[in-house]
């Protein structure tokens, strides 16, 4: 199996300001199709996942632009360019290129 | 809109069984297979399995192999998940997810399953 490893695990953050978040997968999430999917998800507490991204840097609709995908290969990262309240969450890269599906293990967004 | 509804919490005691429905709706149910994911208290997101909405076809993980069962049923676009030989270790929410274009874009609200004695 694929393992995500993201880190940090806990990111405690100033109103404000940037805050970044990286994933590693154990192999290349570039698919045989060419694309590369791996995903980014944020859970409010009490809440569902929502997805921020697919294929690495594809916004889903109503994802404010302050948050951005990046990477490529094996090497990944959520960045916030101004972090805000309503950004509290855990955040999760998922890998769909492999089966299984794999998930990494989660980031704990805090305010400082 | 794309909705996946599931159904409410349940209470089992170890060794049963529970099945845990999606309902789905604002979309074409056969276009899309659907996951299911577990998430145990304070802990992370867990991948169980995929069913296909236009054939018979499933995948689970490894850890799962034998003790789940994915199906689904065309004439009400709902999908099920059929978890036995439960353990307190089961307890966690489980939510179904589309796959959709990029993979998990449409979430249901989760369904608590508690397995205690």
């Known amino acids: 199996d694929v393992v995500m490893t993201q880190s940090p695990l806990s990111l405690p953050v100033t109103l404000g300001q940037p805050a970044s978040i990286s994933c590693r997968s154990s192999?290349?999430?570039?698919?045989?199709?060419?694309?590369?999917?791996l995903n980014w998800f944020q859970q409010r507490p009490g809440q569902s996942p929502r997805r921020l991204f697919y294929k690495v840097s594809n916004r889903d609709s109503g994802v404010p632009d302050r948050f951005s995908g990046s990477g490529s290969g094996t090497d990944f990262t959520l960045k916030i360019s101004r972090v805000e309240a309503e950004d509290v969450a855990f955040y999760y890269c998922l890998q769909a290129t492999h089966w299984p599906r794999t998930f990494g293990q989660g980031t704990k967004l805090e305010i400082k | 809109q794309v909705q996946l509804v599931q159904s409410g919490a349940e209470v089992k005691k170890p060794g049963a069984s529970v099945k845990v429905s999606c309902k789905t709706s604002?979309?074409?149910?056969t276009t899309w297979y659907i996951h299911w994911v577990r998430q145990a208290p304070g802990q992370g997101l867990d991948w169980m399995g995929m069913v296909s909405s236009d054939s018979d076809y499933t995948t689970y993980a490894q850890r799962f192999q034998g003790r789940v069962t994915m199906t689904r049923d065309t004439t009400t676009a709902t999908v099920y998940m059929e978890l036995s030989s439960l353990k307190s270790e089961d307890t966690a929410v489980y939510y179904c997810?589309?796959?959709?274009?990029?993979?998990?874009?449409?979430w249901g609200q989760g369904t608590l399953v508690t397995v205690s004695s």
């Open positions: 604002g979309y074409s149910f």
């Open positions: 192999q290349s999430l570039v698919h045989s199709d060419g694309s590369t999917y």
């Open positions: 997810a589309r796959a959709g274009s990029g993979d998990f874009d449409y």
